[in-house]
């Protein structure tokens, strides 16, 4: 079956760099557009980053452009959130999701990660 | 960006009722509107593709409809395992974006 497990979180100070990790199984890895989703305590889900199937397209919300990099291990089945300069407002519990393209539903979702921007 | 309005905010329904949640864009998305169940501490779950197909394994009681702005999601018959809060979203354009979510609370 689809698996989507993410790790990585954790507390982290304002300013400091985490990186997350999503592992895949139960599907064609490489068929698949791939994404991260945030969460913020209480709130609503916000749509961070996505990457093709072959990498060779990222596409980023204008709220973590140039502080965040999606990338992917298609060796490895693995993708992977790079986060440097990181603010509270970053405090979020982080979803990796699975698309047929970058522009389709989420089709499967991880459990999350939970990060949190704290001093 | 396409901004989503969902309505209501929150809803507390008894067993058995039909619930309507609406969702409307900002501009015209055609049919690439999606809506999905989140359950508390858990992750989201498709619902709907593709603004009225159905998906496998979802319960029939689930249905949706629209096209253009406005988007329809309709659950006869609520049961207990309903209460959640759902949202939809759309891929028509990047950003993807989200409706701000309905909760449901089952009275």
């Known amino acids: 079956q689809v698996q989507l497990v993410e790790s990585g979180g954790g507390v982290v100070q304002p300013g400091r760099s985490l990186r997350l990790s999503c592992a895949a199984s139960?599907?064609?890895?490489?068929?698949?557009?791939l994404h991260w989703v945030r969460q913020a305590p209480g709130n609503g889900l916000e749509w961070v980053a996505v990457i093709s199937y072959d990498g060779s397209n990222e596409y980023y919300a204008d709220s973590v452009k140039g502080r965040y990099t999606i990338s992917r291990d298609n060796s490895r089945n693995t993708l992977y959130l790079q986060m440097n300069s990181l603010r509270a407002e970053d405090t979020a519990v982080y979803f990796c999701?699975?698309?047929?393209?970058?522009?389709?539903?989420?089709?499967?979702w991880g459990q999350g990660t939970l990060v949190t921007v704290s001093s | 960006e396409i901004v989503l309005t969902q309505s209501p905010d929150f809803q507390s329904v008894t067993p058995k009722e039909k619930v309507t949640i609406t969702c409307r864009a900002s501009?015209?998305?055609?049919?690439?509107l999606h809506w999905s169940q989140q359950k508390p501490g858990q992750s989201p779950k498709l619902l709907i593709n593709y603004a009225s197909q159905s998906i496998s394994g979802v319960p029939s009681r689930f249905s949706a409809s629209g096209s253009g702005t406005d988007f329809t999601l309709t659950i006869n018959s609520l049961e207990a395992e309903d209460a959640a809060t759902y949202y939809c979203h759309q891929s028509r354009n990047l950003p993807i974006t989200f409706g701000q979510g309905t909760r449901l609370e089952i009275k």
């Open positions: 501009q015209s998305i055609g049919n690439t």
């Open positions: 999701a699975r698309s047929t393209t970058v522009t389709t539903s989420f089709d499967y």
């Open positions: 139960g599907f064609t890895f490489t068929s698949y557009a």
